[in-house]
Each structure stands twice: as C-alpha cells, then as structure tokens.
C-alpha cells in the first residue's frame, strides 16, 4: 500500500473563507455520500448520478433521449448537470423542487465537483464546477455555434478530473471510479454508435483545464439582479376578503398567491438557463436571482417583461399571420413551463366555459395573457441592490398595505363581497386571477403532500384529527445578505513578464499601487470598472516610457481578481441554497415528520404541522438547525421564526398564519439584540441594529420559559444560535400598544 497523498497540494480556496488561506480539505465522492445521506450502493461514481440525470431528462415537446440531441443541445444539459440545476420533471430543477427523490444526489454532484480543484495559474478559486460554468459563460460570450470540440473538452475535462480526484485516495487500490461506471455516462450523453466514437477516449485527449484566459473580457458582462417589489403587499391583497369563505377554500388563498411567486421564479429560472446559459446565475436565492449578460439593462428588461407577461400560457410558435403571434424569446416557452400549466389549462378551460366564451387563443389572451399580466403581477427590477441601511420606524406589529390599483371589476373577493363557497360553477364571479390562485393552491397541497419520505397516516389508518393543522411555523434566515457580503482580504499576485516584454521594467510598487487603488471596486460585481482605471495604468507606462499600446497588459490584474470575485460570489451562494435545501430535504421531509411546507421560497418558509401532539416541533427545529451548521461548515448560518398552535385565540388558519408571522418579525429583533449583546458575531450584523422595545419583550418571554431549549437551539461549536417565538396574542397586543421606536434595518 502506497504512503498517503498529500492532500494539502490541492490549495482550493473555501467558499466561505475570510483570506487565501482557508483552503478545502479534498474529499472523496463517498465521503461526500456519507455526509449527505445518498445511498452508495445506487450512487457508487459521480458518473452514476451523472448518467441518471441525463438519462431522466424529460424536455417538454421532445421524444429524443439525450443522445439523440445536437452537440448544443448536449453541452446544455451537462452544464446544467454539472452547476445543479438539471431538468427533474415537471418543469423543476433540484432548487425549485428539493424534496424530489432527484434533487439530493444531484445537489450533492454539484457540492462534490465544487470540492474539486482545477489548477489555473494566479487563482486558487476555480473549482471543476465553476470553471465548467465560467467556460459556459465564455462559449456565450464568443458567440460560439458549433459546439462540437466544446462538447469534447467539457466531457474530457470532467472525466479525467474526477478520476484523477478519485484515485489521490485509492491508495494504490484501484479508484472507485471503475471503467463501467464512466462507460455508462458516456453511453447515456452521446452514445456508443459508430459516428460517436470521437466523444470516446482515447480519440477524447486528456483534458485537466478548459481555458487559462477566462478572465479575459470580464468587465464586458453586467450585472443585472431580477427580484420582484412589495411581494408581501401583493401577497396580502390577494389572500384579502376571504374570511366567510369555508375553510378549505380560505386555505387556498392564504397559501395561493405565494406559491404563484415562486412558480414565476421556477420560470425565470430556466429563462435565464436558455438565454444567457448556466454560467452566467451569480446568486440564486433570498427572493432574487443575480446574473451576467453583454446586453443592456434595457435590454435585459424588456426582454424579461415580455417573458413574465406571458408566464400563465404555453405557447410555442404561431403560425404566419396569426394575430397573436409571439417574439422570439417567447418561443421557447415550451423549454421552460410553468410548473403548473396542467393546472392553469384546467382552471381556465372551466372559467372560460362558464363565462360563456369559446375555447381558443382570443379568449386565453383577454384573461391571462399579456394585458391581464401587466396589471396582476407584482413588478420586478433587475437594477442590483446597493446595501444601504435604513432607518425605520418600528410600530411593535406587523403592518401590510394593500395595493388596491389592483382590484378587478365584478370581482366579488376583490372588491371585498361575501362567498359562501368558490367552484366551477361560480367562478366567474372572482377574477381569473383569484380563480387561479384558489386552483394553483388545491395543486400545490396535493403535490406537498404526495412525497414518499412521507408516507401518510400511521398504519394507513385515517384517524379524524389526522390532516388537520394544529401549528403554524414561519422561519427565515439570519442576516444572509451580511453574510454573502463579508469582506475577503484578496492578496496581489505579481504575474511574470517574458524578459522581452517592455513591461518587465516596472516596478512591482508602482503596479501594486494602481492595483489596490481600484481593488475594492473591481471586487465588487454590482459595480462596473472604474472611468480612471485604465488612465492609471497608461501613467505608470508614461513615467517608463513605455508605450501606451502597451496597456493591455497590465489589465490582467484587474481582470483575475473580478473573475475570483465572480467566483467566490456564485461558489457561496451555491453553497448555501444547496445545503439548505438538502438539510430542509432530510429534517423537514423525514419520514417521521409532521411538518409540511406550505410556502417554500428558499430561506422564507412557512411550515403547517400535520400530527398535532404527536409532533415534537422544538426537537425537529433543532435538529434543522444542527443539519444547516454540519453541512455549512464556517458559514456563520442560522434563522429566527415565530410559532403558533391552534386555541382558542388562534383558532382560525388566517389568525395562525398571522400569529407567526409577527411572531418571526419580533423574533427577529430578539436575536439582533442577543447577538449584539454577545458580542461574538457581531460582525454579521454590520451596521443594522434592532427595535431595543421588541427585544426586551422577546428576551422576556424568553426568560419566562421552563425549556427555553424548545425555541433556542445552540451547537457544541461555536456559531450562531437560531430562535423561535411563540408569544401569545395577547402578549402582541400589548406590546403593539407601545410607543413606536427607530431601528437600523
């Protein structure tokens, strides 16, 4: 048996890393199985997840396996394999949908392949998958149509790093990365026929690095963050007026609108995948999604408006002529469905029907299409967020505004009328847009509830009480934006100049000097290179008389450190959804749980609780948060929520849902101030502070509990502590009765 390798000469930077030297310790493929829970035994190579993720593909419209596709076509869905973010059915990918048997093992790839790193000069950030994803991003950027050779080096780049990964912990043993297992991968993306036989080593060459010159032309992308505005406005308008209605009806409206937001996000998501490609998603999360394009603003704007205004109809190509035609980027809609376009076509074939229309495109357009759109959906902006703290005033309540331009006419729950009961046969008098909402929401609790990690009443034997909701549980993540926005202490890295070149006369002070004058900005995505920069550089050529033609050269160290910016940006994010959702995925979804997700929105989670007693909610909340700290490792993660039984002050849903949503607002400002007071992570507040009279009522409350391990849940190690409220209404009312006070959000 061979000595040990040295592990130490991999050198990949950590995602969550403050400076260059916190570096991953490299791992194999079945430590990674080990840690999060895939069974060996299915799942023995990478190559194995691989090849049933390509071969699972289900393309709307499309019959053809992936072999069958064109090179493209081919390079797309690795890529998308590769980053995370394959097409797992229903027009989901493993984020949108991570209680999908497909999403753990295709999250744990990509987390693996993260792990892994590719060795290019001047950067120790480039993991197998995000230099996979960054090549994507060049390919786009050149305009590239033939993908033939990028298809070759991505499969060759991909196989030889992960066998050559494999085999630095083999020992002297044969790696586990047997020749079957790769076989079988090459077999489901291109084939072993004869015409084929290029994608197949030894014709493939051995490829460790796909390109040295990324960084070339990185400051021609630009940033553009999509997020949707007022979302709880919007939300509240839309769940209004439905208090006569029956409960199971009411339920729909609570839970309706929220999950029609992140149906447009499911949406947004593979457009951004089909137009701008894998490589260019920064961040993924937090109610936004970040992402690089050569094209304008302007551009980028109205393109994803038009999208979004058709985002409830399927619609391909029309035939010449047709009135209702559609622009190119509209074609594809078939490539990205709404998740729930089943649904959508039921709904309205039976509004339609009752409203005493004929069934066709006319009628489809007048109540979902482009001009229903414009008025019912929230807007969006894609101008990133300048951090900036605020100063705001606290009223110790939750307070909602209701957007009312977007009242319907001869809407009954619009404009605020009685219904004793919303079917088929009266549905025509809500809005299409209610209508959908309620017929959306009755999809979403069946599919919520259809998981075979749980399997139903004990013994199949359907108790009365079983179903029904006895809690309700809002969480949401602990200072993420800080977090993501953590300062890293990026060093200079002098690069070396052929004796010949003229810029081997300047002086490393001198370059330095321009370097870290501009450093900060070129560090920062959501700012563009600074006007004077390249003057700059062009006046440390002039005090060498040195050509200006000669500028060029010098631009490198701006551009390597922005494209390590880039990928400690997406490598965290990444990270973060990842973990999350496999640690909600195994806590939350185990087959033991009675907690059921009603509103699933990456870090913003409302939980309803199915098994009344038999569930133990603090334990399962603990057992969350110790799941987030395992997984995350450095990453300073935790969350805050407030929590709700039903009695007789909260004896209806709405009042529940309610309840715990303000108690997640004061719970909020209850773990800013612990934090502030403990001093430790501090530093993940920055500048924001906290409501100091919301505090005191928490910290009280808290004070007053026999087991306050039941709301605060601490680990052995030292990271942040997470927190639930459960303060009565009663407790509410009272404090809501104070004088209102300022806080730094």
Not at 391 to 417: F, I, P, V
Not at 572 to 585: G, K
């Amino acid at each position: 048996m061979s000595a040990e390798p040295d592990l130490r000469t991999a050198g990949l930077i950590s995602p969550w890393a403050h400076n260059a030297g916190d570096l991953l310790k490299p791992q194999p493929w079945s430590k990674f199985a080990e840690k999060y829970g895939v069974d060996l035994d299915l799942y023995k190579t990478p190559f194995c997840v691989m090849a049933e993720l390509l071969e699972r593909w289900t393309m709307m419209g499309s019959t053809l396996l992936t072999s069958e596709h064109d090179d493209k076509e081919r390079f797309k869905r690795l890529i998308e394999v590769i980053g995370g973010y394959p097409l797992i059915g229903g027009g989901y990918r493993p984020l949108d949908f991570p209680a999908h048997p497909l999403s753990k093992p295709a999250l744990m790839l990509s987390s693996y392949l993260d792990g892994i790193k590719v060795n290019v000069k001047h950067s120790d950030w480039h993991s197998v998958r995000s230099h996979a994803l960054m090549y994507d991003l060049t390919l786009r950027k050149k305009g590239e149509s033939i993908y033939t050779k990028p298809l070759k080096e991505l499969t060759s780049f991909l196989l030889h790093n992960i066998i050559h990964h494999e085999k630095r912990f083999s020992n002297g043993e044969e790696a586990k990365t047997a020749t079957l297992f790769w076989r079988k991968f090459l077999t489901v993306l291109h084939s072993h026929a004869h015409d084929k036989v290029g994608f197949w080593p030894p014709k493939l060459g051995e490829k460790r690095v796909l390109c040295e010159t990324m960084h070339k032309g990185i400051f021609d992308f630009q940033y553009h963050e999509f997020k949707l505005k007022k979302i709880q406005t919007w939300i509240k308008y839309w769940s209004r007026g439905v208090g006569n209605l029956p409960k199971g009806t009411r339920h729909n409206f609570l839970i309706g609108p929220s999950v029609i937001l992140e149906s447009i996000f499911v949406r947004v998501r593979s457009y951004i995948l089909k137009e701008y490609g894998m490589g260019s998603i920064c961040i993924d999360g937090g109610g936004r999604i970040a992402f690089l394009s050569t094209n304008s603003r302007e551009q980028v704007q109205n393109a994803l408006e038009e999208f979004l205004h058709f985002s409830f109809l399927d619609v391909g190509k029309k035939s010449r002529g047709s009135k209702y035609k559609m622009k190119h980027h509209q074609n594809g809609n078939r490539e990205h469905r709404h998740p729930y376009t089943t649904t959508i076509e039921k709904a309205m074939k039976s509004y339609i029907l009752a409203s005493g229309e004929k069934i066709g495109q006319k009628a489809y357009f007048h109540f979902i299409g482009k001009d229903a759109m414009k008025r019912l959906l929230p807007a969006f902006s894609i101008e990133p967020d300048v951090p900036e703290v605020e100063r705001k005033q606290c009223s110790h309540k939750l307070e909602h505004q209701y957007d009312m331009s977007l009242t319907t006419e001869n809407c009954a729950l619009c404009e605020g009328k009685e219904m004793e009961s919303l079917t088929k046969k009266n549905c025509t008098n809500v809005c299409a847009m209610h209508w959908l909402i309620h017929e959306i929401a009755k999809t979403s609790k069946i599919r919520n509830a259809s998981l075979r990690s749980q399997p139903g009443p004990v013994d199949g034997k359907w108790e009365e009480q079983y179903g029904q909701i006895s809690d309700v549980v809002a969480l949401d993540g602990n200072s993420l934006g800080q977090i993501f926005l953590t300062t890293f202490e990026w060093k200079f890295k002098p690069l070396v100049f052929h004796s010949r070149d003229p810029l081997v006369a300047l002086a490393e002070k001198d370059i330095r000097k321009v370097w870290e004058q501009f450093s900060e900005q070129n560090a920062s995505l959501r700012q563009e290179m600074h006007p004077n920069e390249r003057t700059a550089w062009e006046n440390i050529l002039e005090q060498k008389n040195i050509d200006l033609s000669n500028v060029n050269g010098l631009m490198p160290y701006s551009e390597r450190l922005r494209l390590d910016a880039l990928f400690r940006l997406t490598r965290r994010s990444f990270s973060f959804n990842a973990n999350w959702a496999l640690a909600f995925q195994k806590v939350i979804y185990a087959e033991d749980s009675g907690l059921f997700p009603w509103i699933y929105a990456g870090d913003d989670i409302v939980l309803v609780n199915r098994k009344g007693s038999q569930e133990d909610i603090g334990s399962r909340l603990k057992k969350f948060h110790q799941e987030l700290n395992n997984l995350l490792g450095n990453c300073e993660i935790s969350f805050a929520g407030g929590w709700v039984s039903k009695s007789q002050e909260y004896g209806e849903i709405q009042e529940m849902l309610d309840g715990a949503l303000e108690n997640e607002r004061l719970a909020k400002h209850t773990w800013k101030g612990q934090i502030k007071d403990g001093e430790t992570f501090k530093g993940i507040l920055g500048t924001k502070t906290h409501c100091k009279i919301c505090y005191e009522s928490g910290k009280k409350w808290l004070e007053n509990q026999k087991s306050p391990s039941a709301f605060i849940y601490q680990d052995p190690k030292e990271k942040p502590h997470s927190l639930m409220l459960k303060v009565s209404q009663d407790d509410l009312r009272t404090l809501a009765k104070k004088k209102p006070s300022s806080y730094d959000k």
